[in-house]
């Protein structure tokens, strides 16, 4: 990818699958990489697993004093930020009328409230250069109804609008974008399905398989380069063809 070389990228929930993906596309791109998360043991084995980082920061996004501190770290580590990939999420999976409004919180305040306020600091770090990338990650979740997902479903479609909203009043300086993948095998995906549950899902794709980790590290690298410098405010799905025919399209 183009103009990807020596930028200065943050990756939240970089410990964990499409964060350390993302984390290792970067750096083949010669970008400098810093990786949060708020799980402190993930965060060492990310870190170890992963040579050439610039950085790790233990940081929990919903929390508005450690976001601050983090982009304080930040910017002692790499004298600034380029690229925010705001990657950071979690999926409680239960029927509607069990969701606890403990859960519906906590889900909102991860997905959607996290999303909000490491976007508004990464900008304001970016702005006192020459401006920037965010990426922030959405979900199919957020185009259309699925079972067992209501919080999630809501918070992800929170995003997608907060990104329209962003790009909006951070331009021109800083693009802002959302990708939106469909089932990605990623470990949160797969301590939530079985193996019965995944083939079922995948032979439903036009693609007739599930995407990889890595497969949205390369959507995440398109939009923060030089090759996408006319798109922002834009949503990009990735999913195999899912949600291209609605239930009409399920086999």
Known sequence: MQGLAGKRVVITGGAGGIGMATARRFLDEGSQVVIWDHDEHALTGASDEIPGLSGSIRADVTDPEEV?????????????????????GISIRHPFLEITPEEWRRVIDVNLNGIFLVGRAAAELMLTGDGGVIVNMGSTNA??????????????AG????????ALELGPKIRVNVACPGFILTPMQDAEYTPDMKTAFSSR???DRLGSPEDVA??????????????TGQCFIIDGGEIAGGLASQR
């Open 159 to 166: 995003v997608v609008e907060l990104t329209r909203s962003m």
């Open 143 to 156: 185009m259309t109804g699925y079972h067992y997902y209501a919080d999630y479903n809501a918070s992800k």
């Open 205 to 207: 794709l036009p693609l």
């Open 68 to 88: 601050k501190a983090g982009f304080a770290e930040v910017g002692a580590l790499m004298n600034g930020l380029d690229i925010l990939i705001n990657n950071a």
């Open 218 to 231: 390369s959507l995440f690298a398109f939009l923060a380069s030089d090759e996408s410098s006319f798109i």
